[in-house]
């Protein structure tokens, strides 16, 4: 890619997959598969951003040095992960001559990573934690990086999005705070937080008003009552081809 041989694809199709969940895409950064390059742009994108995703450099080759170069930069070692190492002789149980030295290397995985299942290929994909801000690793082809971002790592993502506006209301109900007590507490980015913060209030559960330079937030209780007696309004009567049986 970077000496003109390949166009990066990928990075416009995340970013629209990405932009689509209302997640913001930062930049987009190419990587000579060199460590020192590998360990300074980590590096740089986490004092950017609360979540960093990248494709590449997961094979089996020897020129394949993600992997090693994240265990450096986590402070880890590479395991065998049983799971993974399944689904590859799975993968190629129709094709002896791929489960070579190399191929085995694809069930070593780092130990400190969350390992996600990549359906149609033998990279796993890997999430790392930096405090609260996260690293995902996909692999470079087009076909398996497609899949394993609407299977595996948008559901992922969203899911740890509505974790954290949850836990805002929860801070919320103690009363109004300001937009730098929600920082502290959470460790983000500013614009993670403003992100939050607008979807909160624009879907009218939150209040802000500005003083200063910083927001401050409260709950808007009247909605969240309307909401509440929603709730409990509801009922469920398992009934013979009712949904909820």
């Given amino acids: 890619m970077l000496i003109g041989q390949v166009i990066d694809t990928n990075s416009a199709w995340m970013a629209q ?16 598969d060199q460590k020192e390059h590998i360990l300074e742009a980590i590096d740089s994108a986490f004092g950017r951003v609360d979540v960093v995703l990248t494709t590449g450099g997961l094979g089996p080759t ?3 040095i993600t992997k090693h170069v994240l265990c450096e930069y986590f402070d880890t070692t590479l395991v065998a992960d049983a799971d993974v190492e399944k689904h590859i002789m799975q993968l190629y149980s129709h094709r002896a001559d791929v489960l070579n030295r190399l191929t085995a290397t694809q069930w070593m995985v780092p130990a400190c990573a969350t390992i996600l299942p990549n359906r149609v290929g033998s990279a796993p994909l890997m999430v790392f934690a930096k405090g609260e ?5 996909m692999p470079g082809v087009p076909y398996e990086m497609k899949v394993a971002m609407q299977e595996q ?9 509505y974790d954290n506006r949850l836990q805002i209301i929860q801070m919320l ?3 109004e705070k ?3 007590k929600l920082l ?3 460790n983000i980015t500013q614009p993670t937080l403003s992100h939050h913060m607008k979807m909160l209030t624009e879907c009218g559960l939150v209040n802000a008003r500005k003083e200063g330079k910083w927001q401050h937030y409260s709950l808007n209780c009247e909605t969240l009552q ?3 007696s929603f709730i409990e309004g509801l009922s469920c009567v398992k009934k013979k081809g009712c949904c909820c049986q």
């Fill in 17 to 32: 997959i990405l932009n689509e969940s209302g997640i913001e895409v930062y930049q987009v950064t190419s990587v000579h």
């Fill in 62 to 64: 020897k020129d394949d």
């Fill in 133 to 137: 801000k996260l690293l995902i690793t």
């Fill in 153 to 161: 790592v948008m559901p992922y993502l969203n899911k740890k999005k």
């Fill in 173 to 175: 109900s103690d009363g």
């Fill in 178 to 180: 300001c937009g730098c």
């Fill in 184 to 186: 502290e507490a959470f």
């Fill in 226 to 228: 309307g909401f509440k």
